[in-house]
T-cell receptor, first 116, second 111 residues
Framework: EPEVTQTPSHQVTQMGQEVILRCVPI?????FYWYRQILGQKVEFLVS????????KSEIFDDQFSVERPDGSNFTLKIRSTKLEDSAMYFC??????????????FGPGTRLTVL | DAKTTQPNSMESNEEEPVHLPCNHS???????IHWYRQLPSQGPEYVIH???SNVNNRMASLAIAEDRKSSTLILHRATLRDAAVYYC????????????FGQGTELSVKP
């Protein structure tokens, strides 16, 4: 069964450093997402991406964050200058049918980001 | 997005059925009811969705009240692997995009 993959599984970084989290969505999917989950809290939407541009972003997704689909398979989340409060699990997801309430999102296993 | 209400936690015994309730009294006629779950240390996973009729798939069944103000996710025989947080999420019929997760119901399964 196709699956979303994410690398690395765990990233440790120093405050102020840039990090890039990588995702490979399911190959025929068109809609891509990033979510995050701070330890013990609920899953929060960050950004959605369709047709090579951001479709929607949350208040969390400020100028320190950016997303990119650099080639036909990868989808990346960059945090330019990490803060302690960016420590969280980051989940990538993809779906096949944008714009429909029936679409199913498939999530990756997550990258645990620890900012020291 | 219409709001959903779920119990914070539930317990079940292994191999017994589990009924996970969700209230969504402000649901609109075109909102789909989706269920996802999150196993420990994993990403969320789609379980099932429906609109008006009851739905079955290999993972679970979804029973939707006639007035659609509530629904119940049914696991027919809980296993230890079903211990997870279960989320009930409403989605407008022509709206893809973000999923809005609440706190969900944490299901524990006892052997």
């Amino acid at each position: 069964e196709p699956e979303v993959t994410q690398t690395p599984s765990h990233q440790v970084t120093q405050m102020g450093q840039e990090v890039i989290l990588r995702c490979v969505p399911i190959s025929n999917h068109l809609y891509f997402y990033w979510y995050r989950q701070i330890l013990g809290q609920k899953v929060e939407f960050l950004v959605s991406f369709y047709n090579n541009e951001i479709s929607e972003k949350s208040e969390i997704f400020d100028d320190q964050f950016s997303v990119e689909r650099p080639d036909g398979s990868n989808f990346t989340l960059k945090i330019r200058s990490t803060k302690l409060e960016d420590s969280a699990m980051y989940f990538c997801a993809s779906s096949a049918f944008p714009g429909q309430g029936t679409d199913t999102q498939y999530f990756g296993p997550g990258t645990r980001l620890t900012v020291l | 997005d219409a709001k959903t209400t779920q119990p914070n936690s539930m317990e079940s015994n292994e191999e017994e059925p589990v009924h996970l309730p969700c209230n969504h009294s402000t649901i609109s006629g075109t909102d789909y009811i989706h269920w996802y779950r999150q196993l420990p240390s994993q990403g969320p996973e789609y379980v099932i969705h429906g609109l008006t009729s009851n739905v079955n798939n290999r993972m679970a069944s979804l029973a939707i009240a006639e007035d659609r103000k509530s629904s119940t996710l049914i696991l027919h025989r809980a296993t230890l692997r079903d211990a997870a947080v279960y989320y009930c999420i409403l989605r407008f019929y022509n709206q893809g995009g973000k999923l809005i997760f609440g706190q969900g119901t944490e299901l524990s399964v006892k052997p």
